[in-house]
């Protein structure tokens, strides 16, 4: 069974840091294209950060670019998302997710499995 499992999440002023993880099982974690996605309430979900397997390839969104880093501990089957210089309108749900060969990175519909979510809130 895949499992996605968030932590890191909380509430934090802005300008501040997290660190969201991501513990995965149930998979060959070395396969899977993994992604860092978030919904705000009464918006829609959008990719944050995503990495591809296939070729390497890492995706950040606009919003979020040189603020927020994607990594992996593949001996622990673990992504990370870093959150630097963080804005009130980071604040969100955040949630990882993964799946085998993805055409198109970080966009939702392509990502069958998903976590829970952690909530994040950056007050001003």
């Known amino acids: 069974e895949v499992q996605l499992v968030e932590s890191g999440g909380g509430l934090v002023q802005a300008g501040g840091s997290l660190r969201l993880s991501c513990a995965a099982s149930g998979f060959t974690f070395d396969d899977y294209d993994i992604g860092w996605f978030r919904q705000a309430p009464g918006k829609e979900r959008e990719g944050v950060s995503c990495f591809s397997r296939s070729d390497g390839s890492t995706y950040y969104a606009d919003s979020v670019k040189g603020r927020f880093t994607i990594s992996s501990d593949n001996a622990i089957n673990t992504v990370y998302l870093q959150m630097n210089s963080l804005k009130p309108e980071d604040t969100a749900v955040y949630y990882c997710?993964?799946?085998?060969?993805?055409?198109?990175?970080?966009?939702?519909?392509?990502?069958?499995?998903w976590g829970q979510g952690t909530q994040v809130t950056v007050s001003s």
């Open positions: 997710a993964a799946d085998y060969v993805v055409a198109t990175m970080c966009r939702s519909s392509q990502y069958d499995y």
